[in-house]
């Protein structure tokens, strides 16, 4: 009974969410557009010409915002995106997309093999795996898609590039924060005004890879 009363108080709280509302005005697939343009805002990420990567890309929200701060006259894209996720994304013109599971390293050679030994101005991550409510398990699960971003940046981001994840706070948050630390010159955590307040999520932002490959 009190599952049910929450999913209703949740659809209500989504209904009514302004972020909601301004996603479907200006069509955007998801709200969570709106956390990465702040942040891209906030950070002074991404210029016309850029390589950007964007892992766990369905609905393609963040590929959306990255498009539009691409896009040069005639609103052509100018620069490179390729998105990557287990899902299936509906298409956005100019956006490469790869359907796969990130974890998996026939997936990932794949994925290099459409960068094409070129390097990415920004690496960004949405990902966040299913969670089981064992919050040892789930640390160690949001644990490992951070370190697996981490990875990929560290071997295809240019030495002054730029990752973004998603993390949660709690048992493991200060590990994941320690190993951008010793990664990026630059390490900032960013709470965006669309992040839910109830929500523990924190967006991890490096910047200046301390030993590009």
Request: charged content about 25%; aromatic content about 6%; hydrophobic content about 40%.
């Amino acid at each position: 009974m009190a599952k049910k009363k929450f999913s209703k108080e949740w659809i209500q709280q989504h209904i009514n969410d302004p972020y909601v509302k301004l996603a479907q005005q200006k069509g955007y697939r998801a709200r969570a557009a709106f956390k990465l343009a702040e942040i891209i805002e906030t950070e002074k990420l991404l210029r016309r010409g850029d390589i950007v990567v964007d892992l766990g890309a369905t609905p393609g929200s963040w590929s959306q915002v990255a498009r539009e701060r691409l896009a040069g006259p005639g609103g052509v894209l100018d620069g490179r995106i390729l998105a990557l996720d287990i899902l299936p994304m509906e298409p956005i013109a100019g956006v490469e997309f790869l359907q796969g599971d990130f974890r998996e390293e026939a997936v990932l050679r794949q994925l290099e093999a459409m960068l094409g030994g070129a390097k990415a101005d920004l690496v960004m991550s949405d990902m966040a795996p299913n969670l089981s409510g064992v919050s040892s398990a789930d640390s160690a699960r949001i644990q490992h898609v951070c370190d697996l971003a981490l990875e990929f940046a560290q071997a295809h981001l240019k030495p002054e590039g730029a990752l973004i994840v998603k993390a949660f706070h709690g048992s493991g948050f200060s590990q994941i924060v320690e190993s951008f630390k010793q990664q990026f010159r630059r390490v900032v955590e960013r709470k965006p005004k669309a992040s839910r307040d109830r929500s523990s999520e924190t967006f991890l932002v490096g910047r200046g890879l301390k030993h590009p490959m």
